[in-house]
């Protein structure tokens, strides 16, 4: 089954762009980004931004995020994958992310939420953005660190939020 990706979440004041890689199963049926119930992303970012996140309803989250000068999308808009592992992700299609940050005016920085969106990412970004790249472990509940250990390198996102 091809797996297709959801639109950036992201207006002209956004400074920090969080990438995934692919919505997994669970966020693809919800229509919802990181919506699989054991994926720490909602409990990290919302650590990061001072604002408890996973209490609200999802377009309050997001909205959240935007008057916090953050925005998410995903490093692949398609791919054939069985299952939501990025091990199992199959001829990928990039999103345009160089289109996206080009419409970004306030753009500082780049965060990679996990390895398969780094590589992917970094190999299109490293020399089209000025803005500073991040590479943070995976809020997947398949990348299986603590969460205080992951919140570690999530506070690497700090001095760029709004």
Known sequence: MR??????????????????????????RAAQYYAHPR????????SVTG???????????????????VGLWDVIASAERKGSLDAAIRTPEAADL???THRLP??????????????HGRRILESATTAALIDLPS???AHARAFEEKL???????????
């Not at 297709?4 to 692919?22: K, M, N, Y």
């Not at 604002?51 to 000068?69: D, F, K, Q, S």
């Open 98 to 100: 160089i289109a996206l």
């Open 51 to 69: 604002v408890e996140l996973t209490a609200l309803p999802y377009e309050a989250r997001l909205a959240a995020l935007l008057a916090r000068h």
């Open 106 to 119: 306030d753009l500082r920085a780049i965060a990679f939420n996990g390895g398969t969106a780094a590589r």
């Open 3 to 28: 797996a297709v990706g959801f639109a950036p979440v992201v207006d002209d004041r956004t400074q920090l762009l969080i990438l995934g890689s692919l919505p997994g199963d669970a966020s693809l």
């Open 39 to 46: 994926n720490a992303f909602w409990r990290l970012i919302g």
């Open 139 to 141: 809020s997947s509940p």
């Open 152 to 162: 570690a390198h999530w506070r690497m996102l700090d001095p760029y939020l709004g």
